[in-house]
């Protein structure tokens, strides 16, 4: 069992990438232009509230506080947020915006990734948690600016769909 924990823990990360690859090479012209100004948007302030919110908040790994090995080898430094969680979670919602069922898929797989970094004793849950809400700001930020934007250039915005 330690070796599915450290699997999905360490490099399920990698298919949430290969599945918003996927689905950016198989989605129209126009929508893969929002997709790439959200991701890298997106992105920035996931990584600006990330570094903000560890700078306020540490959490001291489990292993270190429980003097045990963990299941995947990590640095015993500030395990808030989960920064394998908060990509998940980050591509998840993103591509939540433009399908439901694959931004839910890519959802289940940012759980997964937190609950089996939970089980390598390397995060406690409210590091999972806190990196959901870092995504989810990210994306609604990045959001309602977009919609901002549309708002006030109706024009440069005609040929753009609603994300």
Same mark, same amino acid.
């Given at each position: 069992?330690?070796?599915?924990?450290?699997?999905?823990?360490?490099?399920?990360?990698?298919?949430?990438?290969?599945?918003?690859?996927?689905?950016?090479?198989?989605?129209?012209?126009?929508?893969?232009?929002?997709?790439?100004?959200?991701?890298?948007?997106?992105?920035?302030?996931?990584?600006l509230l990330s570094t903000v919110?560890?700078?306020?908040?540490?959490?001291?790994?489990?292993?270190?506080?429980?003097?045990?090995?963990? *299941?995947?080898a990590h640095s015993a430094d500030? =395990?808030?947020?989960?920064?394998?969680? +908060?990509?998940? %979670? $980050?591509?998840?919602?993103?591509?939540?915006?433009?399908?439901?069922?694959?931004?839910?898929?890519?959802?289940?797989?940012?759980?997964?990734?937190?609950?089996?970094?939970?089980?390598?004793? *390397?995060?406690?849950?409210?590091?999972?948690? =806190?990196?959901?809400?870092?995504?989810? +700001?990210?994306? %609604? $930020?990045?959001?309602l600016l977009a919609f901002g934007?549309?708002?006030?250039?109706?024009?440069?915005?005609?040929?753009?769909?609603?994300?």
């Amino acid at each position: 069992m330690h070796w599915l924990v450290k699997f999905v823990g360490d490099y399920f990360f990698l298919l949430s990438l290969a599945i918003v690859a996927v689905f950016w090479f198989l989605a129209k012209k126009d929508e893969k232009l929002a997709i790439v100004w959200q991701l890298l948007f997106g992105g920035a302030v996931a990584l600006l509230l990330s570094t903000v919110a560890s700078s306020l908040y540490y959490d001291t790994r489990p292993f270190v506080t429980e003097h045990i090995v963990p *299941i995947i080898a990590h640095s015993a430094d500030n =395990g808030f947020p989960s920064d394998h969680t +908060l990509l998940t %979670a $980050f591509l998840g919602f993103t591509i939540y915006l433009h399908s439901r069922v694959v931004g839910g898929i890519l959802l289940l797989i940012a759980l997964l990734v937190g609950v089996a970094r939970v089980a390598a004793h *390397i995060h406690h849950p409210i590091d999972i948690a =806190g990196s959901f809400v870092i995504a989810a +700001l990210s994306v %609604a $930020f990045v959001q309602l600016l977009a919609f901002g934007w549309r708002r006030a250039h109706p024009a440069s915005a005609r040929s753009q769909t609603p994300a």
